[in-house]
T-cell receptor, first 111, second 115 residues
Framework: GQQVMQIPQYQHVQEGEDFTTYCNSS?????IQWYKQRPGGHPVFLIQLVKSGEVKKQKRLTFQFGEAKKNSSLHITATQTTDVGTYFC???????????FGTGTSLTVIP | EPEVTQTPSHQVTQMGQEVILRCVPISNHLYFYWYRQILGQKVEFLVSFYNNEISEKSEIFDDQFSVERPDGSNFTLKIRSTKLEDSAMYFC?????????????FGQGTRLTVV
């Protein structure tokens, strides 16, 4: 079945350090979305990537979609305490409209 | 800003009882989803709904689950005979488009506790 794995599962960083989470799918994806879930909250959409090799930036966040459309990454530069939460990727297969959420990376930022 | 609303925020039920979780999607959205998240784990897809019928469902969505859009605004998830392992946070989501996809907006969730 469809598997979307993320690494690492947990990451603790000092405020100001960079952070990266990686998302890997067992099958090719038509597009990928990234969500952030604050502790006790619900997933909130961050961005969608569609094209092979696509790179998008949102302020300190950089998102990348792999050339083979099977992996993606989220990089945060100079983390802040407001970045705390769990980051999920969610991949969409070429057929259907079922998004497969990754296992998530929980980010803790130490002030 | 429009939002997806879910009720109740927390539901406690006895094993074997039926529960209905309610959601009001964003009004002009066409695709509706239910997801669940067991505490500390990833978000899992249950079902998607479009044009008054299920368009896709996961292996989790067995005969104990059903969805309904009883009127123009509500979208419900029914669990007929709850089991302990049904305890989770259930999120409703909606989006304007499906496969070409725009973002999915999630509700605040209903925490279901089966005792």
């Amino acid at each position: 079945g469809q598997q979307v794995m993320q690494i690492p599962q947990y990451q603790h960083v000092q405020e100001g350090e960079d952070f990266t989470t990686y998302c890997n799918s067992s099958t090719t994806l038509s597009n990928i979305q990234w969500y952030k879930q604050r502790p006790g909250g619900h997933p909130v959409f961050l961005i969608q990537l569609v094209k092979s090799g696509e790179v998008k930036k949102q302020k300190r966040l950089t998102f990348q979609f792999g050339e083979a459309k099977k992996n993606s990454s989220l990089h945060i530069t100079a983390t802040q305490t407001t970045d705390v939460g769990t980051y999920f990727c969610a991949g969409l297969r070429d057929t259907g409209n079922q998004f497969y959420f990754g296992t998530g990376t929980s980010l803790t930022v130490i002030p | 800003e429009p939002e997806v609303t879910q009720t109740p925020s927390h539901q406690v039920t006895q094993m074997g009882q039926e529960v209905i979780l309610r959601c009001v999607p964003i009004s002009n959205h066409l695709y509706f989803y239910w997801y669940r998240q067991i505490l500390g784990q990833k978000v899992e897809f249950l079902v998607s709904f479009y044009n008054n019928e299920i368009s896709e469902k996961s292996e989790i969505f067995d005969d104990q689950f059903s969805v309904e859009r009883p009127d123009g605004s509500n979208f419900t998830l029914k669990i007929r005979s709850t089991k302990l392992e049904d305890s989770a946070m259930y999120f409703c989501a909606s989006s304007f488009t499906g496969t070409l996809n725009t973002e999915a907006f999630f509700g605040q969730g209903t925490r279901l506790t089966v005792v």
